[in-house]
């Protein structure tokens, strides 16, 4: 079946440092793949998303790029902010399987000022 | 994007009394819906799938005379947690999907369920 792994952190930063959270995938067919944010106490709000290899989601100065060589959609971010603290779930979805998402456990993201 | 509002964002209730949660589309259709379930500080727990008009899809494990999903309409879907337990508290999420938009899903903020 398909699946999602994601670094579980959790990762602390300094305010303006370089982030990346390592997503891999396991789907047995060709899934789009996506990255969503939970704040403290609020539900899941889509970061970003990529629907093909190769593609680049972006927002917010975060980065995704679709890699069906590597099976992999990381997460970066040149400069983050004590605003990014949140908890980052790494997704994909089958169209070909069951429709639902597939979610990784999440990595929670402190960034200290 | 499209909005999807879940309703209540908490709830305390009484051990052995039904709570229901409300998943409402609020400028779409959403001709399928998916209840999801988190526990502290692990990843989102697919429930169950509903499409309008038909009986939910459970996941193995879930209990479907505990968590009984409707989904009547184009705009809403209800999940009711049935005699529940303190063991039921946790947050819950809906997302709903509309048709044409590809494998994208929205998500409502949550409801974080406690029962004592």
């Known amino acids: 079946g398909n699946s999602v792994t994601q670094m579980e952190g959790p990762v602390t930063l300094s305010e303006e440092a370089f982030l990346t959270i390592n997503c891999t995938y396991t789907a047995t067919g060709y899934p789009s793949l996506f990255w969503y944010v939970q704040y403290p106490g609020e539900g899941l709000q889509l970061l970003l998303k990529?629907?093909?290899?190769?593609d680049k989601g972006s927002n917010k100065g975060f980065e995704a790029t679709y890699r069906k060589e590597t099976t992999s959609f990381h997460l970066e971010k040149g400069s983050v902010q004590v605003s990014d603290s949140a908890v980052y779930f790494c997704?994909?979805?089958?169209?070909?399987?069951?429709?639902?998402?597939?979610f990784g456990p999440g990595t929670r993201l402190s960034v200290l000022p | 994007g499209a909005v999807v509002s879940q309703h209540p964002s908490r709830v305390i209730c009484k051990s052995g009394t039904s709570v229901k949660i409300e998943c409402r589309s609020l400028d779409f259709q959403a001709t399928t819906m998916f209840w999801y379930r988190q526990f502290p500080k692990k990843s989102l727990m697919l429930m169950a799938t509903s499409n309008e008009g038909s009986k939910a899809t459970y996941e193995q494990g879930v209990e479907k005379d505990k968590f009984l999903i409707n989904h009547a309409s184009l705009t809403l879907s209800t999940l009711t947690v049935t005699s529940a337990h303190p063991e039921d508290s946790s947050f819950y999420i809906c997302?709903?999907?509309?048709?044409?938009?590809?494998?994208?899903?929205?998500f409502g903020q949550g409801t974080r369920l406690t029962v004592v």
């Open positions: 997302s709903a999907k509309a048709t044409g938009t590809g494998t994208e899903a929205f």
């Open positions: 997704a994909l979805s089958d169209e070909g399987y069951g429709q639902n998402f597939v």
């Open positions: 990529a629907t093909k290899a190769d």
